[in-house]
Protein backbone atom coordinates (compact mmCIF):
# COMPACT_ATOMS: atom_id res chain seq x y z
CA UNK A 1 0.00 0.00 0.00
CA UNK A 2 1.26 3.38 -0.74
CA UNK A 3 2.54 5.39 1.93
CA UNK A 4 -0.01 7.63 2.96
CA UNK A 5 0.46 11.57 3.35
CA UNK A 6 0.84 13.52 6.83
CA UNK A 7 -1.44 16.49 6.80
CA UNK A 8 -0.57 18.59 10.33
CA UNK A 9 -3.42 21.06 11.61
CA UNK A 10 -2.81 23.84 13.61
CA UNK A 11 -5.74 24.59 15.92
CA UNK A 12 -7.35 20.70 15.40
CA UNK A 13 -9.23 20.64 18.53
CA UNK A 14 -10.76 24.34 17.31
CA UNK A 15 -13.72 24.99 15.16
CA UNK A 16 -11.67 25.62 11.88
CA UNK A 17 -8.47 23.21 12.44
CA UNK A 18 -11.59 20.63 13.80
CA UNK A 19 -13.00 20.60 10.58
CA UNK A 20 -10.08 20.36 8.78
CA UNK A 21 -9.00 17.47 10.88
CA UNK A 22 -12.31 15.58 10.78
CA UNK A 23 -12.76 15.82 6.77
CA UNK A 24 -8.60 14.42 5.54
CA UNK A 25 -9.14 11.54 8.01
CA UNK A 26 -12.32 10.73 6.07
CA UNK A 27 -10.05 9.96 3.27
CA UNK A 28 -7.64 7.04 4.01
CA UNK A 29 -4.55 8.37 1.93
CA UNK A 30 -4.46 10.87 4.74
CA UNK A 31 -2.76 10.55 8.08
CA UNK A 32 -3.39 13.66 10.25
CA UNK A 33 -1.22 15.04 12.76
CA UNK A 34 -3.24 17.30 15.69
CA UNK A 35 -1.56 20.23 17.58
CA UNK A 36 -2.78 21.56 20.45
CA UNK A 37 -1.53 23.14 23.51
CA UNK A 38 -2.90 19.94 25.70
CA UNK A 39 -2.99 16.29 24.25
CA UNK A 40 -5.01 15.46 27.88
CA UNK A 41 -7.98 17.55 26.93
CA UNK A 42 -11.54 15.97 25.23
CA UNK A 43 -11.20 17.28 22.19
CA UNK A 44 -7.85 15.77 21.49
CA UNK A 45 -9.17 12.65 22.62
CA UNK A 46 -11.79 12.86 20.41
CA UNK A 47 -9.54 13.08 17.39
CA UNK A 48 -7.56 10.23 18.54
CA UNK A 49 -10.54 8.48 18.68
CA UNK A 50 -11.15 9.47 15.36
CA UNK A 51 -8.17 8.01 14.32
CA UNK A 52 -5.53 11.03 14.54
CA UNK A 53 -2.45 11.67 16.20
CA UNK A 54 -2.21 14.05 18.38
CA UNK A 55 0.74 15.78 19.48
CA UNK A 56 2.04 18.77 21.78
CA UNK A 57 2.94 21.97 20.11
CA UNK A 58 2.34 25.73 21.29
CA UNK A 59 2.17 28.50 18.53
CA UNK A 60 4.70 30.64 21.01
CA UNK A 61 7.28 27.60 20.98
CA UNK A 62 8.74 27.53 16.98
CA UNK A 63 11.01 24.50 17.93
CA UNK A 64 8.08 23.38 19.02
CA UNK A 65 6.18 23.53 15.91
CA UNK A 66 9.26 22.87 13.63
CA UNK A 67 9.35 19.06 15.44
CA UNK A 68 5.09 18.88 15.18
CA UNK A 69 5.96 19.74 11.32
CA UNK A 70 8.15 17.18 10.60
CA UNK A 71 7.30 15.08 7.10
CA UNK A 72 4.43 17.32 6.30
CA UNK A 73 3.19 17.03 3.02
CA UNK A 74 0.22 19.53 3.62
CA UNK A 75 0.44 22.12 7.01
CA UNK A 76 -2.98 23.91 8.08
CA UNK A 77 -2.67 27.14 9.60
CA UNK A 78 -5.06 28.85 11.70
CA UNK A 79 -4.44 31.94 14.42
CA UNK A 80 -6.51 32.84 17.35
CA UNK A 81 -6.97 36.61 17.81
CA UNK A 82 -9.72 36.59 20.53
CA UNK A 83 -7.98 34.66 23.29
CA UNK A 84 -5.43 36.97 24.12
CA UNK A 85 -8.22 39.63 23.21
CA UNK A 86 -9.94 38.11 26.08
CA UNK A 87 -8.06 36.40 29.15
CA UNK A 88 -7.76 38.76 32.03
CA UNK A 89 -3.65 37.53 32.43
CA UNK A 90 -3.21 39.31 28.77
CA UNK A 91 -5.31 42.23 29.50
CA UNK A 92 -3.51 42.65 32.76
CA UNK A 93 -0.15 42.51 30.61
CA UNK A 94 -1.53 44.81 27.91
CA UNK A 95 -2.37 47.54 30.57
CA UNK A 96 0.63 46.87 32.17
CA UNK A 97 2.15 47.87 28.41
CA UNK A 98 0.39 51.13 28.17
CA UNK A 99 -1.51 49.68 25.13
CA UNK A 100 -5.26 48.22 24.16
CA UNK A 101 -5.97 44.78 24.33
CA UNK A 102 -6.81 45.02 20.75
CA UNK A 103 -3.24 46.01 20.00
CA UNK A 104 -1.55 43.52 22.34
CA UNK A 105 -4.05 40.64 20.69
CA UNK A 106 -2.52 41.93 17.46
CA UNK A 107 0.87 41.31 18.96
CA UNK A 108 0.54 37.86 19.71
CA UNK A 109 -1.50 36.57 16.45
CA UNK A 110 1.73 38.27 14.50
CA UNK A 111 4.33 37.05 16.49
CA UNK A 112 2.14 33.25 16.45
CA UNK A 113 1.43 33.78 12.81
CA UNK A 114 5.65 34.24 12.25
CA UNK A 115 6.62 31.50 13.86
CA UNK A 116 4.22 29.17 12.10
CA UNK A 117 5.39 30.70 8.79
CA UNK A 118 9.58 29.76 10.59
CA UNK A 119 8.45 26.63 11.12
CA UNK A 120 6.93 25.66 7.96
CA UNK A 121 10.19 27.34 6.10
CA UNK A 122 12.05 24.42 7.69
CA UNK A 123 10.28 21.64 6.14
CA UNK A 124 9.08 23.44 2.99
CA UNK A 125 10.69 20.28 0.87
CA UNK A 126 8.73 17.97 2.05
CA UNK A 127 5.41 20.15 1.66
CA UNK A 128 3.36 19.27 -1.36
CA UNK A 129 3.43 21.62 -4.35
CA UNK A 130 0.18 23.18 -2.62
CA UNK A 131 1.12 21.90 0.63
CA UNK A 132 0.70 24.92 2.70
CA UNK A 133 -3.20 26.15 3.42
CA UNK A 134 -3.76 29.11 5.78
CA UNK A 135 -6.34 30.77 7.13
CA UNK A 136 -6.33 34.39 6.93
CA UNK A 137 -8.37 37.57 6.07
CA UNK A 138 -7.65 40.78 4.02
CA UNK A 139 -5.70 43.42 5.19
CA UNK A 140 -8.18 46.60 6.08
CA UNK A 141 -5.07 48.81 6.59
CA UNK A 142 -4.01 48.22 2.76
CA UNK A 143 -7.32 47.83 1.24
CA UNK A 144 -8.22 51.66 2.48
CA UNK A 145 -4.80 53.20 1.88
CA UNK A 146 -4.57 54.01 5.64
CA UNK A 147 -7.53 55.14 6.56
CA UNK A 148 -8.80 51.75 9.11
CA UNK A 149 -5.89 50.69 10.93
CA UNK A 150 -7.17 49.28 13.84
CA UNK A 151 -9.23 46.42 12.63
CA UNK A 152 -6.74 44.33 14.36
CA UNK A 153 -7.96 40.92 13.90
CA UNK A 154 -7.56 41.34 9.72
CA UNK A 155 -4.27 42.88 9.85
CA UNK A 156 -2.78 40.87 12.68
CA UNK A 157 -3.29 37.63 9.86
CA UNK A 158 -2.99 39.35 6.59
CA UNK A 159 0.87 41.03 7.71
CA UNK A 160 1.98 37.59 7.87
CA UNK A 161 -0.44 35.58 5.59
CA UNK A 162 0.81 36.50 2.96
CA UNK A 163 2.95 39.54 3.46
CA UNK A 164 5.90 37.81 5.17
CA UNK A 165 5.82 34.66 4.02
CA UNK A 166 5.92 36.50 0.62
CA UNK A 167 8.83 38.38 1.79
CA UNK A 168 10.94 35.90 3.97
CA UNK A 169 10.23 32.71 1.84
CA UNK A 170 9.55 32.95 -1.59
CA UNK A 171 9.36 28.76 -1.84
CA UNK A 172 7.40 28.69 1.11
CA UNK A 173 5.09 31.60 -0.31
CA UNK A 174 5.35 29.28 -3.97
CA UNK A 175 3.27 26.41 -2.07
CA UNK A 176 1.23 28.30 -0.51
CA UNK A 177 -2.73 28.79 -0.25
CA UNK A 178 -4.69 31.83 1.30
CA UNK A 179 -8.22 30.89 2.32
CA UNK A 180 -10.33 33.79 3.89
CA UNK A 181 -13.58 32.80 5.76
CA UNK A 182 -16.45 34.59 6.02
CA UNK A 183 -18.84 35.64 8.83
CA UNK A 184 -18.95 32.56 11.17
CA UNK A 185 -22.51 31.95 11.27
CA UNK A 186 -22.73 31.13 14.93
CA UNK A 187 -21.31 35.25 15.82
CA UNK A 188 -24.98 35.72 16.49
CA UNK A 189 -23.75 34.08 20.21
CA UNK A 190 -21.07 36.52 20.65
CA UNK A 191 -22.99 40.03 19.09
CA UNK A 192 -26.56 39.15 20.28
CA UNK A 193 -27.68 42.55 20.20
CA UNK A 194 -26.35 43.33 16.99
CA UNK A 195 -27.62 40.10 15.51
CA UNK A 196 -31.56 40.12 16.76
CA UNK A 197 -32.47 42.39 18.81
CA UNK A 198 -35.86 42.13 20.87
CA UNK A 199 -37.84 45.53 19.77
CA UNK A 200 -40.89 46.84 22.73
CA UNK A 201 -43.28 45.22 19.78
CA UNK A 202 -41.83 41.57 19.71
CA UNK A 203 -39.95 42.14 16.73
CA UNK A 204 -36.49 41.27 16.23
CA UNK A 205 -34.18 43.86 14.68
CA UNK A 206 -30.43 43.16 13.08
CA UNK A 207 -28.72 46.65 13.49
CA UNK A 208 -24.88 47.07 11.98
CA UNK A 209 -22.98 49.72 10.32
CA UNK A 210 -23.36 47.99 6.90
CA UNK A 211 -26.02 48.62 3.92
CA UNK A 212 -28.89 46.57 4.35
CA UNK A 213 -28.05 45.33 0.59
CA UNK A 214 -24.59 44.96 1.25
CA UNK A 215 -23.55 41.44 0.32
CA UNK A 216 -21.78 39.74 3.29
CA UNK A 217 -19.72 36.12 3.11
CA UNK A 218 -21.24 33.59 5.71
CA UNK A 219 -19.66 30.64 6.76
CA UNK A 220 -20.54 27.65 8.87
CA UNK A 221 -17.38 26.75 9.89
CA UNK A 222 -17.71 23.78 11.73
CA UNK A 223 -19.43 22.05 9.36
CA UNK A 224 -17.83 23.70 5.85
CA UNK A 225 -13.97 24.45 6.57
CA UNK A 226 -12.80 21.20 5.97
CA UNK A 227 -14.87 20.71 2.86
CA UNK A 228 -13.24 24.05 1.51
CA UNK A 229 -10.03 23.53 2.65
CA UNK A 230 -10.10 19.58 1.53
CA UNK A 231 -11.11 21.29 -1.55
CA UNK A 232 -8.48 23.79 -1.95
CA UNK A 233 -5.84 20.98 -1.57
CA UNK A 234 -6.56 19.64 -5.16
CA UNK A 235 -5.96 22.69 -6.69
CA UNK A 236 -2.98 24.67 -7.44
CA UNK A 237 -1.10 26.57 -5.18
CA UNK A 238 -0.41 30.32 -4.94
CA UNK A 239 -4.34 31.83 -5.16
CA UNK A 240 -6.32 32.90 -2.94
CA UNK A 241 -10.36 31.98 -1.73
CA UNK A 242 -13.46 33.04 0.64
CA UNK A 243 -14.52 30.27 2.56
CA UNK A 244 -18.85 31.12 2.34
CA UNK A 245 -21.42 29.27 2.24
CA UNK A 246 -23.68 31.95 0.87
CA UNK A 247 -22.27 35.68 0.24
CA UNK A 248 -25.69 37.42 1.18
CA UNK A 249 -27.03 40.83 2.78
CA UNK A 250 -27.76 41.03 6.63
CA UNK A 251 -31.11 42.73 5.28
CA UNK A 252 -31.07 38.84 3.75
CA UNK A 253 -30.27 37.20 6.51
CA UNK A 254 -32.74 39.17 8.55
CA UNK A 255 -35.55 38.26 6.74
CA UNK A 256 -34.92 34.11 6.09
CA UNK A 257 -34.28 34.50 10.38
CA UNK A 258 -38.19 35.94 10.34
CA UNK A 259 -39.59 33.47 7.79
CA UNK A 260 -38.38 29.99 8.95
CA UNK A 261 -39.18 31.18 12.98
CA UNK A 262 -42.70 33.28 11.74
CA UNK A 263 -41.83 36.66 13.40
CA UNK A 264 -41.90 40.10 12.54
CA UNK A 265 -38.48 41.80 11.51
CA UNK A 266 -36.33 44.58 10.40
CA UNK A 267 -33.04 45.69 9.40
CA UNK A 268 -31.66 49.27 10.65
CA UNK A 269 -28.13 50.42 9.35
CA UNK A 270 -26.71 52.29 12.41
CA UNK A 271 -23.89 54.04 12.87
CA UNK A 272 -20.56 53.23 14.80
CA UNK A 273 -21.03 54.19 18.09
CA UNK A 274 -24.55 52.52 18.02
CA UNK A 275 -22.49 49.32 17.59
CA UNK A 276 -20.50 50.03 20.32
CA UNK A 277 -23.05 50.36 22.66
CA UNK A 278 -24.70 47.22 21.18
CA UNK A 279 -21.94 45.32 22.50
CA UNK A 280 -22.77 45.93 26.22
CA UNK A 281 -19.71 46.34 28.76
CA UNK A 282 -16.65 45.69 27.22
CA UNK A 283 -15.60 48.64 24.79
CA UNK A 284 -12.57 47.19 23.40
CA UNK A 285 -14.81 44.48 22.04
CA UNK A 286 -17.27 47.21 20.81
CA UNK A 287 -14.27 48.68 18.73
CA UNK A 288 -13.03 46.25 17.58
CA UNK A 289 -15.88 44.64 15.78
CA UNK A 290 -17.67 47.73 14.63
CA UNK A 291 -14.44 49.01 12.85
CA UNK A 292 -14.75 45.57 11.32
CA UNK A 293 -18.51 45.95 10.11
CA UNK A 294 -17.41 49.49 9.30
CA UNK A 295 -15.08 47.99 6.70
CA UNK A 296 -17.63 45.35 6.13
CA UNK A 297 -19.38 47.87 4.17
CA UNK A 298 -16.54 49.82 2.71
CA UNK A 299 -14.67 48.78 0.52
CA UNK A 300 -15.93 44.95 1.68
CA UNK A 301 -15.00 41.78 3.91
CA UNK A 302 -12.77 40.92 1.38
CA UNK A 303 -11.18 44.25 0.61
CA UNK A 304 -12.00 44.29 -2.51
CA UNK A 305 -9.73 41.17 -3.27
CA UNK A 306 -10.84 38.61 -6.20
CA UNK A 307 -11.19 35.67 -4.61
CA UNK A 308 -12.31 32.03 -5.44
CA UNK A 309 -15.08 31.02 -4.12
CA UNK A 310 -16.64 27.54 -3.51
CA UNK A 311 -18.59 27.85 -7.21
CA UNK A 312 -15.20 28.76 -9.02
CA UNK A 313 -13.87 24.89 -7.19
CA UNK A 314 -17.17 23.19 -8.19
CA UNK A 315 -16.57 24.67 -11.72
CA UNK A 316 -12.85 23.64 -11.94
CA UNK A 317 -14.25 19.90 -11.20
CA UNK A 318 -13.44 19.82 -7.39
CA UNK A 319 -16.39 18.55 -5.19
CA UNK A 320 -16.67 21.27 -2.59
CA UNK A 321 -20.31 20.91 -0.58
CA UNK A 322 -21.41 23.96 1.35
CA UNK A 323 -23.85 25.09 3.27
CA UNK A 324 -26.03 27.80 2.51
CA UNK A 325 -27.33 30.54 5.14
CA UNK A 326 -31.18 29.23 4.71
CA UNK A 327 -29.34 25.69 4.99
CA UNK A 328 -28.07 26.60 8.28
CA UNK A 329 -30.73 28.69 9.89
CA UNK A 330 -33.82 25.85 9.11
CA UNK A 331 -30.86 23.41 10.90
CA UNK A 332 -30.58 25.73 14.42
CA UNK A 333 -32.34 25.49 17.48
CA UNK A 334 -33.52 29.30 17.82
CA UNK A 335 -36.15 28.73 20.76
CA UNK A 336 -32.89 30.50 23.62
CA UNK A 337 -33.05 33.70 21.23
CA UNK A 338 -36.91 33.49 20.64
CA UNK A 339 -37.18 33.20 23.88
CA UNK A 340 -35.28 36.92 24.76
N1 LIG B 1 -16.00 34.75 14.32
C1 LIG B 1 -15.94 35.03 13.02
O1 LIG B 1 -16.93 35.41 12.40
C2 LIG B 1 -14.64 34.87 12.28
C3 LIG B 1 -14.61 35.00 10.89
C4 LIG B 1 -13.41 34.83 10.21
C5 LIG B 1 -12.24 34.54 10.91
N2 LIG B 1 -12.30 34.43 12.27
C6 LIG B 1 -11.04 34.12 12.97
O2 LIG B 1 -11.04 32.78 13.37
C7 LIG B 1 -9.99 32.62 14.33
C8 LIG B 1 -10.42 31.60 15.35
O3 LIG B 1 -10.60 30.37 14.70
P1 LIG B 1 -11.41 29.21 15.43
O4 LIG B 1 -12.81 29.67 15.66
O5 LIG B 1 -11.13 27.97 14.66
O6 LIG B 1 -10.66 29.19 16.85
P2 LIG B 1 -10.96 28.23 18.12
O7 LIG B 1 -12.15 27.36 17.86
O8 LIG B 1 -10.92 29.09 19.31
O9 LIG B 1 -9.68 27.30 18.12
C9 LIG B 1 -8.40 27.82 18.35
C10 LIG B 1 -7.42 26.68 18.21
O10 LIG B 1 -6.11 27.21 18.24
C11 LIG B 1 -5.35 26.47 19.18
N3 LIG B 1 -4.44 27.40 19.84
C12 LIG B 1 -4.76 28.63 20.36
N4 LIG B 1 -3.68 29.19 20.90
C13 LIG B 1 -2.65 28.30 20.74
C14 LIG B 1 -1.29 28.29 21.11
N5 LIG B 1 -0.73 29.33 21.76
N6 LIG B 1 -0.53 27.21 20.78
C15 LIG B 1 -1.08 26.16 20.13
N7 LIG B 1 -2.38 26.11 19.76
C16 LIG B 1 -3.15 27.16 20.06
C17 LIG B 1 -6.32 25.84 20.17
O11 LIG B 1 -5.80 24.59 20.56
P3 LIG B 1 -5.62 24.12 22.10
O12 LIG B 1 -6.48 25.01 22.95
O13 LIG B 1 -6.07 22.69 22.07
O14 LIG B 1 -4.17 24.27 22.34
C18 LIG B 1 -7.56 25.65 19.30
O15 LIG B 1 -7.54 24.39 18.68
C19 LIG B 1 -9.78 34.00 14.97
O16 LIG B 1 -8.47 34.46 14.72
C20 LIG B 1 -10.82 34.88 14.26
O17 LIG B 1 -10.36 36.20 14.03
C21 LIG B 1 -13.46 34.56 12.95
Redesign the pocket.
Given at each position: MAEKKLICV?????????SVARRFLQDSRFAVRA????PG?P??QALKDLGAEVVQ????DVESLKSAFQGANIIFS??????PFFRPDCRAKAAELGISCRKYAYDV?YR?GKNIADAAATVVDSLDDNGFLV?T?SHAGKATSGKMTEVY?FDS?ADIFPQYVDEKYPELAKKMSCIH????NT?HQ?LPNSYFQKQPDGSFQMRFPVRENRPIPH?D?VGDTGNFVYAVSQMPPGKAYMAAGSIVSFGEYIRLFGEHNNVPVSYKQVTFDDMVADTLGDEATGIEVANMYVYADDPGYDGGMELLTAEDLRKAGIDCPMTTLEEWIKKQDWSHVLAK
Open positions: IGATGNQGGLTRNSAAAELEVTQYWEEQSLHKTGYFSIHV
